[in-house]
């Protein structure tokens, strides 16, 4: 009975294997204008789903974490129906406007080939992590309106650049060490929201020690006085740069509200 069941297990790990390598193998690598890459897993024709998201990962500005905010999240975007894209932009490198000119580019990208990878133009979302929260929050306040994304999930994001909010070390690789007021001012996302600003889904834990849950408070806040569609989703532990872990305390609970939303927001728009 005991081999019997080792072997049912190796079964199904082969075929879970078999089909992730499948599902990796159909990723579309896109290089972007301006020299960033995009990797993208496009959807099903069949899909009941007709939107795309585009994962912008995190650390600071100083690198970049693909994989648990990145890569892993592709088969949870996937088997919903999502086309899923991974933005590797730019690092700064003393060069404020390289990321997000990066993320302009993947979003412009993206709507371009709504046809080809079967989703509605006015589909595109974003998902930022951290400082690739930053990056989408910028998108968001962003006046282009072919460039801004149509929904975005910040998962505990940098939003602000002020004195005593802004995590240092990531202002301190995006603006430099002594940036100007004007500066701090104009890449803080939460003074920016307007009237145009998308449907933000937002979700932080409490004791977050490295970037203040306050950040996704006062976007949030600004979201409200606007009138904007914004949820927040707040766990009480977990701290910082969890993604897609399963050891985050809260993984299965963060799975099942992020996928509601999405069910959600996703009928919201067929029924407008």
């Keep these: 009975m005991k081999k019997v069941l080792l072997y049912i297990a190796i079964a199904i790990l082969v075929l879970v294997l078999g089909g992730l390598l499948a599902v990796y193998r159909s990723v579309v690598c896109i290089q ?19 939107s795309a998201v585009i994962l912008c990962p995190g650390g600071g500005f100083g690198f970049q974490e693909s994989w648990r905010e990145g890569y892993m999240w592709f088969p949870f975007f996937f088997l919903q129906g999502y086309t899923v894209a991974l933005l590797e932009y730019r690092l700064p490198n003393h060069d404020v406007r390289v990321p997000m000119t990066d993320g302009e580019d993947a979003v412009k990208v993206m709507k371009e080939h709504a046809d080809e990878w079967n989703y509605a133009k006015d589909g595109v979302g974003m998902m930022g992590f951290s400082a690739g929260g930053h990056v989408t929050s910028f998108l968001m306040v962003n006046d282009s309106v072919v460039a801004r994304p ?3 999930i910040l998962f505990y994001p940098v939003i602000s650049m002020q004195d005593g909010l802004a995590h240092e070390g990531t202002r301190n690789n995006l603006l430099g060490e002594h940036p100007s007021a004007s500066l701090k001012d104009y890449y803080s996302n939460e003074l920016h929201v307007s009237g145009n600003t998308p449907p933000a889904y937002i979700v932080v834990c409490t004791d977050d020690s490295i ?10 806040e600004a979201m409200r006085a606007k009138s904007r569609p ?29 996928a509601e939303w999405l069910e959600n927001y996703q009928q919201q728009k067929d029924d407008h």
């Design 230 to 258: 914004v949820t927040l989703r707040e766990y009480p532990t977990g701290g910082h740069g969890w993604g897609y872990r399963l050891t985050f305390a809260h993984h299965r609970q963060m799975v099942r509200d992020l």
């Design 150 to 152: 149509d929904f975005a």
């Design 211 to 220: 970037v203040s849950p306050r950040n996704a408070w006062r976007f949030y």
């Design 32 to 50: 972007l204008p301006h020299g960033a890459v995009m990797h993208v897993l496009p959807t099903w024709k069949s899909s009941r789903v007709h």
